[in-house]
């Protein structure tokens, strides 16, 4: 089964809000996103909306004709509230502090388990598919399994950083996870810094990735490409 491309829109609303008013429109670029070959439409609402905003989460989702992933810090009782209300495909749990620039580490599923296993049922309650975002590293794979989650989202950005010194050296981990998720039957997502260099070495390494979500270097490489030339370049690098 082909990896599915889930398009993280954030950027696209950065944009946005540099200027105040509503050029780039979000709404139209998630729905021309799937128009354009998106398997799935990501957004990060963060508690400052610096980014995506609540209001468009809810504006978007009537749109979606494929998959809706949510990502965000469900510490926040106002995004726990947005999920529920809407109801995507998937949340995806992310353990950022508020204000940081971006997610720059997974959970501790040892250490916060409790608390991952209770609020990951509060979304399964209502049918929505949870992943849990989280570091390359075996043990926290493993305690993942018993948080209750589907899928779990392997950060990517040490991928990244090292791949072009020695992608073999900067995968090794990544297969490492992916094979113990495996054995526990969780799904696997991946994302974070990947781009039109990195992201088909990662996913014919990777067995079994079900979904990559990108943001930053794909809307950054339509500028130069255009959205829709950029949407089918990335969906190449992970077609069979
Ligand atoms: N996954 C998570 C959990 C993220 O927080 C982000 C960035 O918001 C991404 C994936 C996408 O990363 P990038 O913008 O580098 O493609």
């Known amino acids: 089964m082909a990896t599915k491309l889930s398009v993280n829109i954030n950027k696209i609303a950065t944009l946005r809000n540099s200027r105040g008013g509503n050029n780039p429109d979000v709404l139209k670029a998630a729905i021309d996103c799937q128009l354009f070959g998106a398997d799935g439409i990501t957004v990060h609402p963060r508690p400052d909306e610096r980014h995506i905003r609540y209001s468009d989460v809810r504006d978007i989702k009537p749109f979606i004709t494929t998959e809706f992933n949510i990502e965000g810090n469900p510490t ?63 043990d926290m794979v493993a305690a993942a399994a018993d948080t209750g989650t589907d899928r779990i989202e392997l950060y990517t950005e040490s991928y990244a950083k090292h791949y072009t010194a020695n992608k073999n050296a900067a995968i090794e981990s990544y297969i490492k996870a992916a094979n113990v998720a495996a054995q526990k039957k969780l799904g696997l997502n991946a994302g974070h810094d990947l781009d039109l260099n990195n992201l088909k070495y990662f996913a014919n ?36």
């Open 76 to 138: 926040e009782d106002k995004f726990v509230q947005l999920v529920l209300e809407v109801k995507p495909e998937q949340v995806t749990l992310v353990p950022d502090a508020l204000g940081q620039l971006t997610s720059d580490h997974g959970w501790d599923t040892i250490k916060q388990a409790g608390y991952l296993r209770d609020i990951i049922g509060v979304f399964k309650k209502q049918g929505i598919r949870v992943s849990i975002f989280v570091d390359p590293i075996e």
């Open 205 to 240: 390494s990777i067995p079994g990735l079900l979904e990559v979500s990108i943001g930053h270097a794909l809307i950054s490489d339509a500028l130069y490409y255009g959205l829709e030339n950029t949407i089918q370049l990335y969906k190449r690098q992970i077609s069979d």
